[in-house]
């Protein structure tokens, strides 16, 4: 098994604060923004442990917050997220540089949505639709844009409230995503080999393969195997030459 270490991460972030004249498609520019949005929370589980972990401003404090996700992120080979290289990652990087921090390693990821979108036409890419439909599970239902502003501007009984509302629904959503990885293992073009073993599925690290056919190119072609284990196909290392003919 590859010594990869893989980390679920999921961030919560707070609205922007503005003025506007309108609520009908109103067009904001910079100057109308009197506070940015800001990463308020992140939720973290490591590949093959229980435990969630969460931390937020509210909780920890915005400083502290950010040192518990750098130092995971130090420690993390592959973030599994969902929406994550659009969203998550460029939100983090962002919040790093707001606050004059050194970047964090790069980690390689896995971007579950982006696997969603790749291989499916169904009615809907949104978590909690997926979760239903591959999990029969769900999201935690909240109260909407409420539980945000209970957070960030209600009185302190309030906010306490909103706060255990945001944290189980935060730890929830990160809960789902490496049942949703294994389910759709088969479908990810994985950015690590899960094994070393050059005769192991390189998704998941089983022995059980089945030779089915061949894969060819223009000018060779290769054994084609199938994962019994995760139902990957897979492309064998010998080379067969269909001609030596090349192009000029």
Not at 173 to 179: E, G, I, K, Q
Request: aromatic content about 10%; charged content about 30%.
């Amino acid at each position: 098994m590859s010594d990869a270490k893989m980390l679920a991460l999921d961030i919560e972030t707070a609205p922007h604060l503005g003025y506007f004249f309108d609520t009908f498609k109103p067009v904001i520019g910079f100057q109308q923004v009197i506070e940015p949005g800001r990463m308020i929370a992140f939720s973290a589980q490591k590949y093959g442990e229980k435990k969630v972990r969460f931390h937020s401003e509210y909780h920890d404090g915005r400083e502290a917050m950010l040192d518990e996700l750098d130092n995971l992120l130090q420690d993390t080979d592959i973030v599994v997220h969902y929406n994550g290289k659009r969203f998550d990652m460029p939100y983090i990087r962002g919040e790093f540089i707001a606050e004059h921090r050194t970047p964090p390693p790069p980690p390689l990821q896995i971007d579950l949505f982006q696997a969603v979108r790749a291989n499916s036409r169904w009615a809907s890419r949104k978590l909690d639709y997926v979760a239903q439909r591959l999990l029969e599970d769900r999201k935690v239902e909240h109260t909407g844009f409420q539980m945000w502003l209970d957070c960030l501007r209600g009185d302190e009984d309030t906010k306490r409230k909103g706060w255990a509302l945001m944290k189980r629904y935060a730890i929830k959503d990160t809960r789902l995503l490496f049942p949703l990885f294994e389910e759709l293992r088969p479908w990810l073009k994985m950015p690590h080999p899960i094994t070393d073993n050059p005769n192991a599925c390189h998704q998941c690290g089983s022995t059980d393969l089945q030779r089915r056919g061949v894969r060819k190119t223009a000018y060779s072609e290769y054994p084609r195997f199938r994962c019994n284990s995760c139902g990957t196909w897979l492309r064998g290392t010998t080379r067969t030459p269909i001609t030596d003919l090349r192009p000029l």
